[in-house]
């Protein structure tokens, strides 16, 4: 049973560029969530996804970022116009949705911005 | 005040000893708490989940819940330099909602 998968696992972008980082849940998972973490802080929440449904995107910046989780296919956190303080650690997490609402990581996608 | 608040550490311990990890959090309806382990540079990997009152037990692992008190903690048996890594609890702050808030994670050394 493969875990979460995230790819790419290191992307570089330039000041500007468009950054999109993908993640396929667990087999059975149907809630998606994204977080970031810089270096030397904790995981904070940006996006909760069902599918075709944005759940709560509290924590996602109101500007250049997006998310989606269509019926088919991977989730996609988008970052367009990158800026060197989007350099961070994305992970992407998924859970069954029932009432125990334990979490499962993907190993992370870090982005750095030139 | 934080809604899931943890000591930063390091939390320093010698080889064998036990490791104690404790979290407070601020809405009394949470019903679901969670202890994840992150080593650096990885993913947080979840080692513990509860969610009644009092001891859960895995292996060299203890979560312990009080909801009246408003804290969780983790104890690590026998802790060995494999333990060392930052551990984060997270909370299920309101209830029957999906999302789960993380503490800003506990560093632990453990040291040969």
């Known amino acids: 049973n493969a875990g979460v998968m995230q790819n790419p696992r290191h992307l570089v972008r330039r000041r500007g560029q468009e950054a999109r980082l993908r993640c396929s849940p667990m087999k059975g998972h149907s809630h998606v969530y994204w977080y970031r973490q810089l270096p030397e802080e904790g995981l904070k929440f940006m996006v909760y996804?069902?599918?075709?449904?944005?759940?709560?995107e509290s924590g996602m910046p109101k500007e250049r970022f997006s998310a989606e989780f269509p019926k088919e296919g991977p989730s996609i956190l988008r970052i367009q116009q990158v800026v060197r303080g989007d350099s961070a650690a994305y992970f992407c997490?998924?859970?069954?949705?029932?009432?125990?609402?334990?979490?499962?990581f993907g190993p992370g996608t870090r982005l750095t911005v030139l | 005040q934080k809604e899931v608040e943890q000591n930063s550490g390091p939390l320093s311990v010698p080889e064998g000893a036990i490791a104690s990890l404790n979290c407070t959090y601020s809405?009394?309806?949470?019903?679901?708490f969670f202890w994840y382990r992150q080593y650096s540079g990885k993913s947080p990997e979840l080692i513990m989940s509860?969610?009644?009152?009092g001891d859960k037990e895995d292996g060299r692992f203890t979560a312990q819940l009080n909801k009246a008190s408003q804290y969780v903690s983790l104890l690590i048996r026998d802790s060995q330099p494999s333990d060392s890594a930052t551990y984060l609890c997270a909370v299920n702050l309101s209830g029957g909602y999906q999302k789960v808030t993380f503490g800003t994670g506990t560093k632990l050394q453990v040291i040969p």
């Open positions: 809405d009394r309806v949470s019903q679901s």
């Open positions: 509860i969610y009644s009152n």
């Open positions: 996804l069902q599918k075709e449904n944005i759940i709560d």
């Open positions: 997490a998924s859970s069954p949705g029932d009432r125990v609402n334990e979490q499962f």
